[in-house]
């Protein structure tokens, strides 16, 4: 099956990277540069410039390493200067002279700048500033994963026995306990740049990531990926099983009147010269007597089996008994009524024993024709 193209994600047409890299001089390079920069500067992210800077600053400045490591320190200062001439670096395989030298003469400048910031830092340290819940998560692990990053190289030299690396009991076991699923979150995170880079080392297409990566043959770019991929999933397995720890959270009891807000029924019936009772009373019976005054039928509805009491949602009565709940019509409704007065719930169930009518079934409806005679 043939793949799929990759859609193109930008609003501005993406330049010929392949055709531009062609330039053989030092004028047709400058001008490539040019070409590519409207581009670079409305389209490329501020993630993909750092990383781009950071690619080139390392293999391919050839400064030295102490300056490298103070500058690493403070990105934001050399990211905006930096930026768009590494990443078309990266996409061209090179850089015009002058571009560089430009990239250069910025040194000195950066490099006083980036000695502000450094002992700014190390002032606020000996302050002992008040970190974010984030900050201090990610500071708690920063140990672990600089142990994985070393990692890194021993795997590429060759000394890393990949057999034995499991990053989820390193997580576990790691400064006794500490990692929980919060911070494997932000490990996932911090690793998710590298796991991507590594799908397309394996996948071995893009020009710049062939030559980034020439020093690795096809077994050690699988291993590469493999170690990123071990990450990722002990990172996805401890944030999964927190949420399987997790207690479920206890829904808010709602109160009483919220219940029944909904519920409507007739308020009473001068002509039989009776009233419903508060419909709150429903929610601590075990048994609801109601007449229809448009159907004249008189109904008991008697709680289900195990449950506590009747409950009420929306406009219906629930958790009744659907068989020991019924209704009767009545002939002669004034006379019949006087019957289901008081308090006594055995005097309601003989009076509606005596009368004789077919029985129907109950369906739960409560409607603005329905008198709440009484609950028990």
Not at 80 to 95: D, E, N, T
Not at 134 to 160: H, P, Y
Not at 216 to 241: G, P
């Amino acid at each position: 099956m043939a793949k799929r193209k990759a859609k193109n994600v930008y609003l501005i047409k993406e330049p010929d990277w392949k055709q531009l890299s062609l330039a053989d001089t030092e004028e047709k390079r400058d001008q490539a540069f040019r070409d590519a920069e409207f581009f670079v500067h409305y389209e490329i992210n501020d993630k993909k410039l750092a990383e781009a800077t950071r690619i080139w600053i390392e293999k391919h400045s050839g400064w030295d390493r102490d300056l490298i490591k103070k500058l690493k320190r403070v990105k934001d200062v050399w990211l905006s200067s930096f930026g768009k001439p590494c990443y078309k670096f990266l996409k061209l395989g090179f850089m015009p002279e002058r571009t560089r030298e430009h990239l250069e003469n910025k040194l000195p400048t950066l490099e006083s700048k980036a000695e502000e910031v450094i002992e700014k830092l190390e002032e606020k340290k000996t302050a002992k500033p008040v970190m974010s819940i984030q900050d201090r998560m990610r500071e708690q692990v920063t140990d672990l994963c600089a142990k994985w990053e070393n990692s890194v190289d021993e795997l590429i030299s060759g000394e890393f026995n990949f057999s034995k690396f499991d990053p989820y009991n390193d997580m576990r076991a790691f400064a006794g306990g500490v990692v929980k699923p919060a911070h494997a979150k932000i490990i996932k995170d911090d690793f998710l740049f590298q796991l991507e880079e590594a799908k397309e080392v394996v996948q071995w297409e893009d020009p710049d990531i062939k030559e980034a990566y020439s020093f690795m043959d096809v077994k050690m770019r699988k291993q590469y990926l493999a170690f990123f991929e071990k990450i990722d999933t002990a990172c996805d397995t401890l944030i999964e099983t927190g949420k399987a720890k997790r207690k479920p959270r206890k829904p808010k009891a709602v109160s009483k009147e919220k219940l029944v807000s909904k519920l409507k029924y007739q308020i009473n019936d001068s002509d039989l010269g009776i009233a419903s009772i508060n419909p709150i009373e429903i929610l601590d019976a075990t048994e609801l007597w109601v007449y229809n005054t448009k159907n004249r039928k008189l109904g008991v509805y008697k709680v289900e089996g195990l449950k506590p009491a009747l409950n009420v949602k929306g406009t219906s009565i629930t958790d009744f008994n659907a068989t020991s709940s019924i209704q009767k019509t009545l002939r002669k409704p004034a006379e019949q009524l006087k019957e289901f007065k008081g308090t006594a719930k055995t005097k309601f169930q003989k009076a509606f024993n005596d009368i004789k009518a077919v029985e129907i079934k109950m369906n739960g409806r409560i409607n603005n024709t329905t008198i709440i005679l009484k609950a028990f």
